[in-house]
T-cell receptor, first 109, second 115 residues
Framework: QKEVEQNSGPLSVPEGAIASLNCTYSDRGSQSFFWYRQYSGKSPELIMSIYSNGDKEDGRFTAQLNKASQYVSLLIRDSQPSDSATYLCAGDSSYKLIFGSGTRLLVRP | NAGVMQNPRHLVRRRGQEARLRCSPMKGHSHVYWYRQLPEEGLKFMVYLQKENIIDESGMPKERFSAEFPKEGPSILRIQQVVRGDSAAYFC?????????????FGPGTRLTVL
């Protein structure tokens, strides 16, 4: 069964620190990977997509992909209390997305 | 509002009733996906539709659940004879036509409670 694995957390970091979120996937056929942020009681919000090996930066967010290791990560620089949420990692599998169970991030003021 | 629209936002049904959830994709998007999120669990794919076609329904329970995306109007996820285990948040997502990005954007969800 195709799976995406994430540590459920919570990951607790102080305000201003770098938060590092990780995910591994089992389907070598996956080509596209996505990070979504989900606040409690709300819907997932797409924050990053990555398609090729290496790093992709967008503002305070950097996504990293290593297809050989089947590993995806998200770095959040200068973490803010408003970043406190659950972060969902997803990989594509023939159009549909396979989601991890999410990592809960808590940014302490 | 150019985002994905879902209604109703909250739906309460008694066991045995029918639930009908609606989704209108983002403007310019022709692909619709339905996902279910059970309490304290991750998002699980249910079905992928294009206009008038079900492309992949591998995640949908074989009984009681059906989905459609007619030529005109929103996509509908229909749950017949609901049971308590159907209580969950149901999210619809949409993406642009094939060949463009496969990024999926989610609607606000319908939270179904079965009494």
């Amino acid at each position: 069964q195709k799976e995406v694995e994430q540590n459920s957390g919570p990951l607790s970091v102080p305000e201003g620190a770098i938060a590092s979120l990780n995910c591994t996937y089992s389907d070598r056929g996956s080509q596209s990977f996505f990070w979504y942020r989900q606040y409690s009681g709300k819907s997932p919000e797409l924050i990053m997509s990555i398609y090729s090996n290496g790093d992709k930066e967008d503002g305070r967010f950097t996504a990293q992909l290593n297809k050989a290791s089947q590993y995806v990560s998200l770095l959040i620089r200068d973490s803010q209390p408003s970043d406190s949420a659950t972060y969902l990692c997803a990989g594509d599998s023939s159009y549909k997305l396979i989601f991890g169970s999410g990592t809960r991030l808590l940014v302490r003021p | 509002n150019a985002g994905v629209m879902q209604n109703p936002r909250h739906l309460v049904r008694r066991r045995g009733q029918e639930a009908r959830l609606r989704c209108s994709p983002m403007k310019g998007h022709s692909h619709v996906y339905w996902y279910r999120q059970l309490p304290e669990e991750g998002l699980k794919f249910m079905v992928y539709l294009q206009k008038e076609n079900i492309i992949d329904e591998s995640g949908m329970p074989k009984e009681r659940f059906s989905a459609e995306f007619p030529k005109e109007g929103p996509s509908i996820l229909r749950i017949q004879q609901v049971v308590r285990g159907d209580s969950a948040a149901y999210f619809c997502a949409s993406s642009p036509p094939t060949g463009q990005t496969n990024e999926q954007f989610f609607g606000p969800g319908t939270r179904l409670t079965v009494l």
